[in-house]
């Protein structure tokens, strides 16, 4: 038994790999009903699961060994702005700045989606009460009616920035490992028991519960508890890798048979009772294994995620989530009349350069800057970077 360990290191190769597998799983969700070949993507949501598991992880441990500084929020809000605000408010200000021409109509729920609310209303505006926060309206130069650009993925982004307003003062205000842990533990097994109880008292329950940061956080705080876990006296590396080589393909096995028996052939599953009430616990635990796997790097499956190709795709997967869905109704249009797959195939794969080519030009001339000052204007983070 060591003080913390040995598998926590300043970088980790595979998890950029790991960001661009996610990044992959999203773009095949989104894209993937223009393509006979959608059934193989339903579950790409899961991506947003690893996302959450993933950077939580990175940032729980950087606030947990930052907590004795004097500086410790300043530094961390200034970081995490830096990272986070200029791409997602840059966007908001390009729709602004064409907002004269293409005539965008904004509302009290469009400036919701601006201040990181706009998932508490999506809900709603599924079933037809509120207008949708992420689908800006504007003038199409084609058709005398108005069209929408489809952004509302951004709905994760409100729950990690929710997230990140709460869970620093929670780690300042505990401090201790060990009850930071049983934090973390409690609400991950409370959160389906929860889940389920507002299943019962409420119908269309699907939707609030898939947007709703509250009924989502159960992931972040997988990430977490590995991240606080590893801090301290840990189990042999080698328990530990049984642990989530048998962990993963447990809850992947529990989350087909319950799909099987509670929702046989469903096409959306991310919103049938079953994944709203345990299958998001045990999507979240498959990622947190999937996570400690390449974090121990043994396995060759999992070095693969090193590949120059995926941790580029990892490096520059912000802007690539932000942008992939921005052309999406574009590319509907023009496939409504179901064309062959070789021009379905062409066009996702236009999209997807075009995306990529957005992505790693914002990345270098337009983050890039901003990431560098984090440095400048903080003290370094001690903990796994990239986050």
Not at 97 to 113: D, E, I, K, M, Q
Request: glycine share 6%; hydrophobic share 55%.
């Amino acid at each position: 038994m060591s003080a913390s360990s040995p598998l926590l290191q300043r970088y980790y190769p595979g998890l950029d790999g790991l960001r661009g597998l996610a990044f992959l799983l999203v773009f095949g969700f989104h894209y993937g009903p223009l393509a006979s070949a959608w059934i193989g993507f339903q579950w790409g949501f899961v991506g947003v699961d690893i996302f959450f598991v993933l950077s939580r992880f990175l940032i729980t441990g950087i606030l947990y060994d930052t907590a004795q500084r004097r500086h410790f929020f300043r530094d961390f809000y200034t970081r995490r702005t830096l990272r986070i605000f200029p791409l997602f408010y840059g966007l908001w200000l390009f729709l602004l700045l064409l907002t004269p021409f293409a005539h965008f109509l904004w509302n009290r729920y469009t400036v919701y989606g601006i201040l990181y609310l706009g998932n508490l209303y999506m809900p709603g505006a599924v079933l037809g009460l509120p207008p949708n926060p992420y689908l800006p309206l504007y003038h199409s130069f084609h058709h005398p009616v108005y069209e929408f650009i489809d952004i509302g993925h951004l709905w994760s982004l409100c729950v990690e920035e929710q997230f990140y307003l709460v869970w620093p003062l929670v780690v300042w205000l505990i401090r201790s490992r060990r009850a930071l842990l049983i934090f973390c533990l409690t609400w991950i097994v409370a959160s389906p028991l929860v889940r389920g109880l507002y299943l019962h008292a409420h119908a269309l329950i699907s939707h609030v519960l898939y947007y709703n940061t509250l009924s989502r956080v159960e992931a972040l705080l997988w990430g977490a508890a590995l991240a606080l876990f590893l801090r301290g006296p840990a189990l042999p590396i080698v328990t530990l890798r049984r642990i989530a080589l048998a962990g993963l393909p447990l809850a992947l096995t529990l989350l087909a048979l319950g799909m099987h028996r509670f929702a046989p052939g469903a096409l959306d599953p991310g919103f049938t009772a079953f994944v709203s009430v345990a299958g998001f616990s045990l999507i979240a635990m498959a990622a947190m294994c999937l996570l400690f796997l390449v974090i121990d790097d043994r396995l060759f499956l999992i070095r693969l995620l090193k590949t120059r190709p995926l941790s580029y795709l990892g490096r520059i997967s912000y802007g690539l989530y932000v942008f992939h869905l921005l052309p999406y109704r574009l590319v509907t249009g023009r496939l409504s009349h179901r064309p062959s797959e070789v021009r379905v195939a062409a066009t996702l794969l236009a999209v997807f350069a075009i995306t990529f080519v957005a992505a790693a030009l914002s990345f270098k001339f337009y983050e890039a800057p901003f990431i560098r000052l984090k440095d400048k204007l903080t003290r370094p983070d001690p903990s796994p970077v990239g986050a």
